[in-house]
Each structure stands twice: as C-alpha cells, then as structure tokens.
C-alpha cells in the first residue's frame, strides 16, 4: 500500500469517527434518560479521541485534514431520533459500530487495530440496549452478563436433531436400497456404512465448529490482553460503560470498573466476560466432547432402521424397519415438545409424517431405478 493509499485511509477513518461523534451528541441531546445521554456523550468523546489521532496522523504524513460535513444519513438520524425517539435509531448504530469495528480489524495499521476492539464494545452496548430501547434491568442484566445462558435448551435441541438426522438419513438411505430389492445383506451393509459415515461426518463438522470458534475466541481475549496491557484506563472507561448500560449508576459503574481493571487477578475474565461475551474458563467448550457426542446421538437415531436386517429379511425386515423408525420419529418428536411447549401428540406425528414421507419417497426413487436397471 503506498503512502497516498495510507492518506485516504486516514481520512476516511477520521470522517468516520467525526459522523459517529456527532451521531453521538445528536443521541445526547434527544434523550431523556439521563443515564443513557451520559453514556452517549461519553462515547461520543472517545470517538472524537480517536479523530485527533488520525488528524495526527494525517499531518504527519503532509496532508491536509478534510472538513466534516453533516451528510444525509446524520440529517436522518437527527430527524427520527428527534420524532420517534433515539431508541428506534439503536439498531443503525449497532450496525455502524460493528462495521467501524470489522473496518478497522481488516486494516494494517496499529493504531487501526488498537481502535477496532473499542468500536466492537460500542457495537455491543447498542446491540443490547436496542433490544431493550431503554436502562437494562433484570433479565436483560442476566443475558448480558452470560450468568443465564440458555444452554440447557440449546444442549436438548441439538440432541434432538441429531438424533433425527442420524434416523430420518439412514431411513431414507435404507428404504431406497431396499426398493431397489436388494439383499438383506446388502442393505445391512449399506445401512451400517450410511451410520458411520453420516456419525463421522457430524462429529468432524460439529469438532471443526466448536475448534474453530475457541481459537476466535482465545484471539479474542489475546487482543483484549493486550489492549488491557497498553491502555488500561480506555479498558476501564469502556467497561464503566457497559455497566452503565446495564442501568447502573455512573458513579458506581465507574467505581466497579476501577476496581475490576485494578485487579490483575480478575481484570483479563472480566473484560472478556463483560466486553466479549466470552466465558475464559469454558471457551465454547470442548471440540472432542462436543465431537463424541455428535457421533453417538446420530448413530442411535441412525441404528433404528437398520437393527432389524441383523436377523430378517425380505418384507419381513421392511416392514420391521419402518415399524421400529416410526416409534423413533414418535419419541424424537416428543423430544421436541421439551424445547417447544407444544402438544406431544401433535408434535410425535408430524415428526413420523415427515420422516416417512421422506422414506417413502426414496423407495419409490430405489423401486424404479431396480426395475429399470434389472431390465
């Protein structure tokens, strides 16, 4: 990149901060939560902060500093957050924020990088406080904070439709070769091989998720060590921030902060709690764990259909299968009414209705490509 590349960079990146500076006292100025103007004042220094350094660094590198200029867009917001309020502009600024923040990850420039995690913090004090449009409070504080996680539905969701992905696959996959009128003992073989290849192939894509996502996240708090390492009093205005969007008092938000960034012990887990969402201690979880279980529950959905050609064959065997699928589809669909609320009758035969469909479908599929290559 050659130094006129860098210039323009510069400047973009200071209209940036000034348009999200003035953004920011125009949010001050039409909101009556006093609490709230607060924290957008105060953002609204940081932004103009992080101007002044590209205004340095503009004149450092002989250039001339451009004129900021309200555009249509600030216009806009004045407008609507003037009629309608500033909480129904909340979601822009979420995405203003989280694109200022992704601008400045992707750019080769120190200063740059220091910036985009403070713009990412920005994103997620908007992101929450524009699901709420107002101070958080109870719940709200709970799922912010990450001490309620809605873990326990999402570990019985994912059991269940792993377990159904393993039963309504290697149906479909058994029901066709048997169309076809293929031995019992090709369609055994070819049921197990759909088992441990779909098994195999959730547990490797389940692994490469959860891996994935822990070295984003250890990059992630590696940044944030850093940042905290460098500028521990923008760590803490930052996180005071956060507390106050939380509905705390300013004062106290900036006490806690202080006394949170002043502990080393617990300075590092807080930020990447508080800042990131990101709990040090667990990482998202275990890649082989989460990987082993993939494995198992798509092999016992997948067993059901296939179990019966260990010892039957022909129609006998057939009929069997569907049988023993057919009370699996039942109890994965009142598995289901665990995490929905709704009727388990309802739920246990839409869940039999859709996998035989589908089972039905691949033996009429397997039934006329046996006839047609049987002659």
Do not use: C
Request: net charge negative; proline share 3%.
């Amino acid at each position: 990149m050659t130094a006129s590349d860098d210039l323009k960079r510069y400047k973009r990146n200071l209209l940036e901060e000034l348009e999200a500076a003035e953004l920011y006292d125009i949010m001050t100025l039409h909101e009556k939560n006093e609490s709230l103007a607060d924290i957008y004042k105060r953002l609204a220094e940081t932004e103009r902060s992080h101007a002044a350094k590209w205004v340095k660094k503009i004149e450092e590198s002989g250039g001339v500093v451009p004129v900021f200029k309200k555009g249509w867009r600030l216009r806009t917001y004045t407008f609507l957050s003037k009629v309608l309020g500033t909480s129904f502009i909340l979601p822009s600024v979420a995405a203003i924020e989280s694109k200022a923040g992704s601008s400045y990850s992707e750019q080769n420039d120190p200063l740059a990088q220091s910036m985009a995690a403070q713009e990412r913090s920005h994103s997620r004090i908007f992101r929450v406080l524009s699901k709420e449009g107002k101070g958080l409070e109870g719940g709200a504080v709970a799922r912010l904070e990450g001490r309620h996680p809605a873990t326990g539905g999402n570990a019985l969701r994912a059991a269940v439709l792993g377990a159904n992905d393993g039963l309504v696959s290697n149906l479909s996959l058994v029901m066709g070769v048997a169309g076809a009128e293929m031995s019992a003992h090709t369609i055994l073989i070819t049921g197990l091989a759909g088992l441990l290849a779909g098994a195999i192939s959730m547990a490797l894509g389940e692994w490469l998720s959860v891996q994935s996502s822990r070295e984003l996240y250890e990059n992630q708090i590696g940044i944030e060590q850093e940042e905290l390492e460098e500028s521990p009093e923008e760590e803490m205005e930052e996180l005071a921030l956060i507390y106050q969007a939380k509905g705390i008092a300013p004062e106290k938000a900036r006490q806690m902060a202080h006394h949170m960034i002043s502990d080393p012990n617990t300075a590092l887990d807080t930020l990447a709690r508080e800042e990131l969402g990101i709990d040090p201690d667990e990482l998202g979880g275990s890649a082989w764990e989460a990987a082993l279980t993939s494995f198992f529950l798509f092999s016992i959905g997948a067993i059901f259909p296939v179990f019966p050609f260990f010892f039957l064959e022909g129609t006998a065997a057939i009929i069997l299968s569907a049988l023993l699928s057919t009370i699996g589809l039942f109890l994965i669909g009142a598995g289901i009414t665990l995490v929905t609320g709704k009727s388990l009758l309802f739920s246990g035969l839409r869940q039999i209705f859709f996998g035989l469909s589908a089972a039905g479908v691949t033996y009429v599929i397997g039934r006329l490509i046996g006839v047609s290559l049987g002659g």
